[in-house]
């Protein structure tokens, strides 16, 4: 990757999240396993100012990022975020269909979601309510996700956390759903690593699931990942930092040894973001 080529598009993070101390000491103690085991585990622990990760962002010529809500991170910090840097930050929702309230007031907080505050997506980590992507509570959403012209992202692949399942992360649950819902358009987080030779068949197989590479550093990208990237998945790839988890100089760094193509580092940077998302390039 050339300074050039990074002035001459925008580039954007498909998976960041907002890092704010309040939610942060609700996170169940378990939720630190891996943190703990990398340099920036402590400051993981006593939360990340906004401002931070902006900065962090302009540091490593990052212009755009979809920032996500989940089972531990509460819509109002996305919310929040995006109206302080309406211009570099892009909102995806989560609602929890396990709820009390049941599926269809997570449908209902969704359509809210996206209606009254501009959501392009759905982001879902079922690892954390342990809930394989096919529970029939999911279906609901996915369907109004399709109404709505919204994506869902997903966490795909082994878990972190050593007191998680990885089950819940196979890429076969995505290959189901996508045969299910045809018109939704899903992007499975973390490569789906160590599953990712068939994360790639599920991608190859419809046109609307896309892998992205949250979490994985480019040096450490299994081969048939970068094969498939350079090659007939150009179009299918899209690249993801998972900040906090991974800082985005990590998620940086090694891209140039990858000696991308000046198009396929377009679609992956750029392009197959705007697609999977629906976005305004």
Known sequence: MTAESTQKMTIIDAWVQPWPADAVAKMPARNFTLADRMDHGPRMRAGIPLE?????????GIGKALCSAGPL???DAVLDA???YPDRLIPVASVNP????GVMAAVGALR????????????LEPFILDKVPTEAQWYPLYAACV????TVQIQVGGTGPSTYTSETGRPGHIDRVAVDFPQLRI?????GWPWTEEMIAVAA???NVWIDTSAHMPKYYPHQFVHFLKTYGRHKCIWASDWPVLTFEAAMTGLAALELKPEVERLFLHDNAVSAFGLKD
């Open 147 to 150: 109404d709505l012209d919204i």
């Open 98 to 101: 396990w709820t009390p309230d």
């Open 73 to 75: 991170i509460p819509n």
């Open 112 to 123: 809210e979601l996206v209606n009254d505050h501009g959501c392009k997506g759905l982001k």
């Open 187 to 191: 992007v499975a987080g973390h490569i």
């Open 52 to 60: 931070t990760m902006i900065e962090e962002m302009d540091e490593a």
């Open 82 to 84: 995006v109206q302080r």
């Open 205 to 207: 197989k419809h046109p």
